[in-house]
């Protein structure tokens, strides 16, 4: 199995720059704004996990995989809790 590092995931407020996440691939970091609700909150946080992952896909490519997997997750009742 390939060794693959922890992604850190930060909460952090994105106004400024007008996205409600950001992937940072080398340094296996994502940003996502927390004021999301909590379908887009996971499309998010699977959409930048997709680019840290497989950074040559196209942004259509990782839109489209998230899309679904986020669909197929909230089908099985996956709800974000915040703490």
């Known amino acids: 199995m390939a060794n693959y590092h922890k992604i850190k995931v930060i909460d952090k407020k994105l106004g400024r720059q007008k996205a409600v996440g950001q ?3 080398d340094a296996k970091v994502i940003e996502i ?3 999301q609700r909590s379908k887009a ?3 998010t946080l699977i959409h930048e996990m997709l ?3 497989n950074p040559e ?5 990782v839109t489209k995989t998230a899309n679904e997997m986020t ?3 909230w ?3 996956y709800r974000r ?3």
């Open 57 to 61: 896909w196209s942004e259509n490519k």
């Open 41 to 43: 909150y996971l499309d």
């Open 23 to 25: 992937a940072y691939s």
């Open 81 to 83: 809790i915040k703490r």
């Open 51 to 53: 680019h840290v992952y």
């Open 33 to 35: 704004d927390p004021r």
């Open 75 to 77: 089908k099985k009742n």
């Open 71 to 73: 669909d197929i997750i």
